[in-house]
């Protein structure tokens, strides 16, 4: 278990399974576009890593570049997208794969078509390591997904929790029986005492 600011998390997918879904991934996305050379857009900060190993595996020719955004706070998705750097090149007629670390609310992703809506690119694809497919509210289809994960907070592999945890390899999910513990803390005198897992 490790603690980041105010919150305990525990260990929950291996740098080994992310590995083998980075894998699975990358010969998905370079079977489907064939011999074309696309361009990878990773969202940032929360993709880094995912971009990193992703680049790695894609056994073509591609292009990688950025953009970020910003949507989180604590442990909550935000409506209110900002735009903090925007597309700095010309995608004209290209085929576009966007890298997501995760989609949780589908926000940060109505915001990525927004920006994509006037760039007249040849396609728009969406790849993501991680997907909570219970908190998905939106209905842009999701071209590329690595893992399905319940809707928990997590941590790690380039996610964070206000800025602590992204430089994790692997990944770690909130622990929920925080609130156990205050319950316990508040009882009688003594009570709890050396009975925390
Ligand atoms: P959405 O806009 O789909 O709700 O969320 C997308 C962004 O919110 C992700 O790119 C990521 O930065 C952040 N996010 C969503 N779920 C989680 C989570 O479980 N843990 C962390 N650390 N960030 C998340
Ligand atoms: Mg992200
Ligand atoms: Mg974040």
């Known amino acids: ?12 997918i291996s740098a080994k399974q992310i590995d ?23 969202i ?22 950025f953009i970020k955004l910003a949507s989180y706070e604590g442990v ?6 900002q735009r903090l750097i925007g597309l700095t090149q010309d995608l004209t007629g290209r085929t576009v794969v966007i890298l997501e670390d995760i989609i949780d609310t589908g926000n940060t992703l109505a915001e990525v078509h927004r920006i994509f809506k006037n760039e007249n690119v040849k396609a728009l694809k ?16 999701l071209h590329y997904i690595g893992i399905e994960i319940p809707n928990k907070f ?7 929790y206000d800025g602590l945890g992204r430089n ?5 999910q ?14 009688p005198p003594g009570a709890g005492k050396g009975t925390q897992a």
Do not use: W
């Open 20 to 42: 083998e879904a980075m894998q699975r991934l990358a010969l998905e996305v370079a079977n489907d576009i064939g011999d074309e050379i696309p361009v990878f857009v990773g």
């Open 76 to 81: 909550k998705s935000t409506e209110d997208i």
């Open 126 to 141: 969406i790849a993501t390591l991680f997907y909570k497919p219970e908190a998905y509210k939106k209905d842009f289809k």
């Open 174 to 187: 909130i622990k929920e029986t925080q609130h156990m513990t205050n319950l316990v803390l508040f009882g």
């Open 44 to 65: 940032l900060n929360g993709s880094f890593m995912v971009v990193s190993d992703f680049a790695k595996k894609y056994p073509k020719p591609c292009e990688v570049t």
């Open 1 to 12: 278990m490790i603690k980041l600011h105010d919150k305990y998390f525990k260990p929950f």
């Open 154 to 160: 997590i941590v790690g592999y380039g996610l964070d």
């Open 168 to 172: 994790l390899p692997e990944v770690y």
